[in-house]
């Protein structure tokens, strides 16, 4: 079983739309959360950190289920330039030493 | 503002040669971290460094050697090149294994 998964998509939506993403993980210890983006032959990039009480940054929140082992990311009023590759990250305190990425969710905005 | 450097940003090698990636932060961070992508394979952790003088393997280390004789500097090394090791690279750098991760920009290379 894969450690953290993610619905690879693509998620076609409309300009405007709401679009959520989940990540399950399978590590019941696991520690810190996170969003990243990617966008095409570019660089990870840290979108957000994902709280246990949930965290909003803009158009974009972040939730934590920790009972059933799922993160989220929902946007809200889609743009064009969300239109990337969203990695789900998890770090769990037996790793010891780095980030768990999910395969990334694919999102297409479109006019 | 530079954060993490990675040099060279593409590359072409011939099957056997060797070759050497860079990578410095200036975030005086003392974690640092050589990745792999690969299509349909997502983010690969190749080795790591929890500080100066010290590295570790990770999930994907075969091929590669990696040295931090200085804390801003991770060097990864390619001794015999292969075509598997066709990839984009990535370098990363973090204040802690908790803390979220700074990347690079990437090193595309090709081997023939």
């Known amino acids: 079983r894969k450690e953290v998964e993610q619905d690879p998509g693509p998620f076609n939506v409309p300009e405007g739309a709401t679009v959520a993403f989940n990540c399950t993980y399978s590590?019941?210890?696991?520690?810190?959360f996170f969003w990243y983006r990617q966008d095409c032959r570019k660089e990870p990039k840290l979108l957000m950190s994902v709280y246990s009480s949930g965290n909003e940054d803009g158009r974009f929140t972040a939730q934590l289920n920790r009972a059933s082992q799922y993160i989220s990311l929902l946007i809200r009023d889609s743009k064009l330039s969300d239109s990337a590759t969203y990695l789900c990250v998890v770090i769990w305190s037996n790793s010891g030493y780095a980030l768990n990425f999910g395969k990334g969710t694919s999102l297409l905005v479109t006019p | 503002n530079a954060g993490v450097t990675q040099t060279p940003k593409f590359r072409v090698l011939k099957t056997g040669q060797s070759m050497t990636l860079l990578c410095a932060q200036d975030m005086n961070h003392e974690y640092m971290y050589w990745y792999r992508q690969d299509p349909g394979m997502g983010l690969r952790l190749i080795h790591y460094?929890?500080?100066?003088?010290?590295?570790a393997k990770g999930e994907v280390p075969d091929g590669y050697n990696v040295s931090r004789l200085k804390k801003q500097n991770f060097l990864l090394g390619l001794e015999s090149a292969a075509p598997s090791q066709t990839s984009v690279y990535f370098c990363?750098?973090?204040?802690?294994?908790?803390?979220?991760?700074?990347f690079g920009d990437g090193t595309r290379l090709s081997i023939l």
């Open positions: 460094s929890v500080g100066e003088g010290t590295t």
């Open positions: 990363a750098s973090g204040r802690s294994s908790y803390q979220p991760q700074h």
């Open positions: 590590n019941s210890a696991s520690q810190s």
